[in-house]
């Protein structure tokens, strides 16, 4: 085969070529920081990346929504905390008041402050936090306390489930504490209160309040410690989520980052590489005859 003049110019031409694709490539692994820039550069790589980018994905909206599950259960403890010093302080009253030395007056006075710490209790109840009230279940917008008779008892209405939110592929905890479960019961956390209330106002049988009380006080401690209880385990969750949030990033650089000195090494050898192709062409495509001619 004839291997013409032309023949070497396209070769040259088509190699040269070649070589500016392949610094253009290395040029842009430098400025990305990543080893593709489209799909079709490595089909591969792209399709793992993917894989690995809807990981980190889930991982960071589970986080999310472990958020919303503190949200929910550190406003829930620090509502049961003031419950608790509340009915710790009726039933000291009421203690005060069993052992019959109180008169009418000082029985009254202490009935007044059972009423300011009953309205206090009810304030707890219909805790609401971002405009939801955590102590009703998924009825956030409906207060759950908030019936009262002629005769100032309340009535709570509690009324919605659980609110569970999944916090891991396939796991879901309940956010809420029940209201039912730490206001109600028989007699009510209202309603021993009323009662001890209206014993106050008879100055008789003071005593039997104690025991209704510490129902309603146990209640709370139960819910309370219940509720530790699923704080821990989300705090386990969390510490899952952040190992899987760290082996799905580390999984994703290793797919898809470059190693800067390889890619700069490739560089500056592809640059060696286009400079003695230069040099070689210049040399091997002589000026023709046409050259002398002009």
Do not use: C
Not at 18 to 46: E, F, W
Not at 103 to 118: C, F, G, P, R, T
Not at 120 to 138: E, P, Q, S
């Amino acid at each position: 085969m004839r291997v013409t003049q032309g023949m070497l110019s396209n070769n040259m031409l088509r190699n040269l070529m070649q070589s500016n694709t392949k610094m253009s490539s290395y040029m842009d692994q430098l400025n990305t920081g990543k080893k593709i820039t489209r799909p079709s550069d490595d089909p591969v790589v792209a399709m793992k990346g993917m894989g690995y980018r809807t990981e980190l994905v889930k991982v960071e909206q589970f986080q999310r929504n472990t958020n919303e599950v503190h949200n929910w259960m550190d406003n829930s403890d620090a509502a049961l905390d003031k419950a608790t010093s509340a009915m710790q302080r009726i039933r000291e009253l009421s203690v005060q008041a069993s052992n019959g030395t109180y008169d009418d007056e000082e029985l009254a006075n202490i009935s007044e402050e059972v009423k300011q710490l009953k309205e206090h209790l009810v304030d707890i109840a219909n805790t609401n936090v971002n405009d939801k009230y955590i102590f009703n279940g998924t009825d956030t917008d409906i207060a759950p306390v908030n019936t009262i008779n002629e005769g100032g008892e309340i009535e709570p209405g509690f009324t919605g489930g659980e609110v569970k939110i999944e916090v891991s592929s396939g796991t879901t905890l309940k956010a809420n504490v029940s209201g039912a479960d730490v206001f109600g019961g028989e007699p009510s956390i209202f309603g021993a209160i009323d009662n001890f209330i209206d014993r106050l106002d008879s100055g008789e049988d003071i005593d039997s309040s104690i025991g209704e009380l510490d129902v309603g006080i146990n209640n709370i401690i139960n819910s309370r410690a219940e509720l530790g209880a699923r704080m821990n385990r989300l705090e386990l969750v969390e510490n899952r989520l952040s190992e899987q949030e760290v082996i799905a990033t580390q999984s994703m650089s290793s797919n898809e980052d470059i190693d800067y000195a390889e890619a700069i090494t490739q560089l500056i050898t592809q640059e060696s590489l286009h400079r003695a192709a230069l040099a070689a062409g210049s040399k091997i495509i002589q000026p023709s005859l046409v050259d002398f001619l002009r």
